[in-house]
């Protein structure tokens, strides 16, 4: 038989967490296919040990009813709600209160981080905002202990990140798009209803919000194609839902598919950077070694030597750039000066051997180190 759960007050009044008949409220109730609690539990059960978990709560649908479920799904593991607070919106303060409420109602402590977003790093509020929500989620993981943070994406997260990715001209592993399970600074992030329908999702919180008087709180952004991932929900998605019905869940195989090759890419790439007398550290290898591989090793090598090395992925036009100074080397001996900045990091040959060093302080580095996260 299911525990009940309960409701989470809403900020204009107070329920008890019984329906209009006075019963509990349980999980085959906002839940009758089963498919996203069977999700949960399964997310669960991958981990034998004992160390706290917590829910990822903006206070919207998603991340609501992902904590409601996984408040059964846990057991006796203990759970936090974590709750950023960006302060980019009037509402800032309002949505932290509606977690706290939620978190009253499902029994589970809360943690609010308040943090502030830097846009003026030139890289755009939304990634501003992601990599700072992420910082503070890893600051409260890490002060209570910690392990696992559930994430509450969903299908068509996952094909609106593969169509946003596939615009801005992402290879291979960023077309693999979100992952199901990732590690970013020693935290575990699952996110069990990748391939989870919306609209279960929305089905379930109607059927919660109908027997409890829960609703969740809106984002604004979410409807303002200021934002790009709003503009793809409110410009693109109409039309393709018209034409192509299911281009969600078909965006979502191709990041499947495009996963697994991804896969077997990096095993080349290891493979081929194993050949050319790397450096212990994976800081430098030989330039006679990697002018024996075909072009397109050359370069696929070159990508996996960023990687390897936290920096985020060149253009197009500066790796080839950088492939054409190496290969020019040749001809033009070890004793001419060969420099390439690209980050934080500068490309140099020294001896025969290519090798990356930090570039001078002061020198203006364009994009920095990447957030493997944001792989």
């Given amino acids: 038989m299911n525990p009940p759960l309960r409701a989470p007050g809403h900020v204009c009044a107070k329920h008890t967490g019984q329906a209009a008949s006075g019963n509990r409220v349980t999980v085959n109730d906002i839940d009758p296919t089963l498919q996203l609690r069977t999700a949960l539990e399964a997310a669960f059960a991958r981990d034998s040990g004992d160390a706290p978990w917590a829910v990822a709560v903006s206070g919207g649908v998603d991340s609501a009813m992902l904590a409601v479920l996984a408040s059964h799904a846990a057991g006796n593991r203990p759970l936090y709600l974590f709750h950023v607070h960006h302060g980019l919106f009037g509402q800032a303060d309002l949505w932290a209160e509606q977690v ?112 409890t008087g829960w609703r969740a709180a809106t984002d604004p952004s979410n409807a303002d194609p200021r934002y790009t991932r709003a503009a793809v929900r409110t410009l693109l998605a109409p039309s393709l839902d018209t034409r192509w019905p299911g281009w969600r869940a078909i965006l979502a195989r191709h990041a499947r598919l495009t996963a697994q090759a991804s896969v077997l890419l990096d095993e080349v790439a290891r493979a081929d950077f194993a050949k050319l007398d790397p450096s212990e550290d994976a800081s430098s290898f030989s330039l006679a070694a990697w002018r024996e591989l075909d072009a397109v090793h050359q370069a696929h090598v070159l990508r996996h030597w960023f990687d390897r090395n936290g920096l985020r992925m060149p253009t197009e036009a500066r790796l080839e750039a ?46 920095g180190r990447r957030s493997p996260a944001t792989r």
Wanted: hydrophobic fraction near 40%.
């Fill in 100 to 211: 706290e409420q939620l978190g009253q109602a499902l029994k589970l402590p809360v943690r609010v981080a308040h943090t502030v977003v830097d846009t003026t790093a030139g890289q755009g509020t939304e990634a501003a905002a992601r990599q700072a929500r992420y910082a503070a989620l890893e600051k409260l993981a890490g002060e209570l202990g910690v392990t696992t943070i559930l994430l509450a994406h969903h299908l068509g997260d996952q094909a609106e990140t593969v169509l946003l990715r596939l615009l801005r001209g992402t290879g291979p592993t960023g077309l693999a798009a979100m992952a199901a399970e990732t590690r970013r600074n020693g935290i575990r992030y699952v996110r069990p209803w990748l391939e989870a329908d919306r609209a279960l999702i929305i089905d379930a919180a109607r059927r919660y919000g109908d027997a």
């Fill in 322 to 367: 950088l492939v054409r100074q190496l290969r020019q080397l040749h001809q033009l001996g070890h004793d001419r000066q060969m420099l390439f900045d690209h980050a934080q990091a500068r490309v140099r040959c020294v001896q025969g051997r290519v090798l990356l060093e930090p570039r001078p302080a002061g020198r203006s580095g364009g994009a």
